[in-house]
């Protein structure tokens, strides 16, 4: 890795909570040069402008979570247990953000949809390859047997993250795990209803 690649992972991984916790238009050009301790004219000569740095920045947490979030499902054996971890990751969330400031899907789906129309693919992205890999663990238990034929993959992953997203929103902002432990504990029973 050179040296300016260095520098802007540098800058990359310093911003990534600023942005998580205060958003692209709360975080100012002072929050950034605080943060890195670096000079306006070191951030922006790493980086074309503030957008493609908080694009950067999310790309960034987004890979983090993916990756635990995989560890821990990779942990587990049946498909059972791998999607009832997954819901655990989502909850821990609550209390543990992998990223301060909470979830960086959902902090950031908030701006893409009210404003920050640029990052909208980059989020529809996001929110899509999750989808698919909770739909392609629902798929994975149906061809081992441990799922019943007859379910919809693509709709029931959208019910669980919807629901765990949902449920996240409300329990970060109620500043109480109550919502989140309820939604968990309902699509855990959704598992045992539609188990073999």
Known sequence: MTKAD????????????????????????SDLTTVTGLTKGALYGNFEDKDEIAREA??????KVKRLARQRVGEKTTFREKLSALLGFYAQYVKNPPVPGGCP?????VEADDHRVSMRKVVARELEDTITFIAG????????????????PKELAYTFFC?????LMFSRVARSSEAMEMVVRHCRNILKEIST
């Open 105 to 109: 899907m959902l902090n950031t789906a």
């Open 58 to 63: 999310f790309q960034f947490a987004m890979a």
């Open 137 to 152: 663990l629902i798929r994975g238990g149906m061809a081992a047997g441990e799922f019943r034929k007859d379910i919809k």
């Open 163 to 167: 629901s765990v997203e949902g449920a």
């Open 6 to 29: 260095q520098t802007r992972q540098y800058i990359i991984e310093k911003t990534a909570p600023l942005f998580n916790r205060k958003g692209f238009d709360g975080t100012s050009l």
